[in-house]
């Protein structure tokens, strides 16, 4: 139903009979006794906190695909709310057992620490892929990697290839470049020989660094033989951000090519 029509219409200073009266009585009770929709309220018409009934909006009251991304804040959902199946079920499977903690040993115990905290933070990894350029004559120079997340208090993984034969302006030796080709590296290039055109390694980030120049808490990875391009990714101080700073470049320059991967955030408070 609509809004409410008067079946017996009232004129002022006229006799009403009783009749139309109850009519109109009953008309409105009709209405408002379980039929009102939404023509019956205006705009901003109701108060959430005031009418609704904490709980109310059960699974059956919420429509298919009706909560967007934009009405979920950032870092909203932890993973104690995450569904705690394996991951062949329904889900992302993320038990929060799973997540690093502060139980079990010291620093001398000799097993992992596991189980989970209530004290940790529950917000999961990220994984980003990276290339850029750098030039000759930047050594000192920090590059801004990616600041979606915050990037301290987690352990860091990067991956990363350098390509330092070739001395283009501007180089072609990254996705879409004319020699995008080049890109690739092995562990181990012949049985006994170290890679020389790529590097890997772990670092756990702590509180960062306010510039790359520090030696910790960072990564520093090298690129190619003799005298090799050098590059030291790290996390922020002033807001998290990961970072990467020329340390040492050769004549030519060198493209970085990497994965970086992240644990969740593993700070205490």
């Not at 009418?51 to 009405?71: C, H, I, Q, Y």
């Not at 992302?92 to 097993?111: F, I, K, V």
Request: net charge negative.
């Amino acid at each position: 139903m609509g809004t409410v029509t008067l079946p017996f219409p009232l004129t002022a200073g006229t006799k009403a009979k009783g009749s139309d009266v109850l009519g109109n009585d009953q008309a409105i009770t009709a209405q408002v006794n379980s039929n009102l929709d939404d023509a019956n309220y205006k705009n901003a018409g109701m108060t959430l906190s005031a009418k609704a009934v904490p709980g109310s909006a059960t699974n059956t009251v919420l429509g298919a695909d009706s909560v967007s991304e934009a009405k979920i804040a950032d870092e909203a959902v932890q993973a104690e709310h995450q569904k705690n199946d394996d991951p062949g079920s329904e889900g992302l499977g993320m038990p929060r057992n799973e997540l690093y903690s502060g139980a079990g040993s010291d620093d001398t115990g000799g097993y992992p620490k596991t189980n989970v905290s209530a004290s940790r933070k529950q917000q999961g990894g990220k994984t980003v892929w990276a290339y850029f350029n750098i030039v000759v004559g930047s050594v000192g120079t920090d590059y801004l990697i990616d600041d979606s997340i915050d990037w301290r208090q987690r352990f860091i993984t990067i991956v990363a290839e350098g390509t330092v034969a070739s001395a283009g302006s501007p180089r072609t030796d990254l996705p879409g470049g004319g020699s995008d080709n080049v890109i690739a590296f092995s562990l181990w290039t012949t049985p006994g020989t170290l890679l020389t055109g790529g590097n890997l390694g772990l670092f756990y980030s702590e509180n960062g660094q306010a510039t790359g120049a520090g030696a910790s808490p960072a990564l520093l990875l090298s690129f190619g033989p003799g005298t090799p391009d050098t590059v030291r990714f790290y996390a922020r101080s002033t807001d998290g951000a990961l970072m990467a700073r020329a340390v040492a470049i050769a004549a030519t320059g060198v493209s970085v090519n990497a994965m970086i991967v992240c644990s969740p955030d593993l700070a205490t408070t």
